[in-house]
């Protein structure tokens, strides 16, 4: 049973522009805050964003001014749109809800050449 599922990864070379998605609408999506974490080889996962209910957002500082999240309750979906790409953001991403129930995705693949 899927609740969320993400979109969007791809290869890219760095400078490049990736968008993801995360479809919500396997949960009570306006009452969730959500965030984007990612994965990279060899590394724990780690907080991309924050999203709160209240569209308010928390970016990671090694994203900052390249990355910007948004929501669309009405389609209960997340975005993040990824600018600037670099080798380094090579990673899984993830979904995450928190209702205060927790749901992750299963994550999907940005890879960034050099």
């Known amino acids: 049973q899927v609740q969320l599922l993400e979109s969007g990864g791809g290869l890219v070379q760095a400078g490049g522009s990736l968008r993801l998605s995360c479809d919500a609408s396997g949960i009570n999506f306006s009452l969730s805050s959500m965030a984007w974490y990612r994965q990279r080889p060899g590394k724990q996962r780690e907080l991309v964003v924050f999203i709160g209910h209240s569209d308010s957002t928390n970016y990671a500082d090694s994203v900052k001014g390249r990355f910007t999240a948004s929501r669309d309750n009405a389609k209960k979906m997340v975005y993040l749109q990824m600018n600037n790409l670099k080798p380094e953001d090579t990673a899984v991403y993830y979904c995450?809800?928190?209702?205060?129930?927790?749901?992750w995705g299963q994550g999907t693949q940005v890879t960034v050449s050099s």
């Open positions: 995450k809800a928190e209702s205060p129930f927790i749901y």
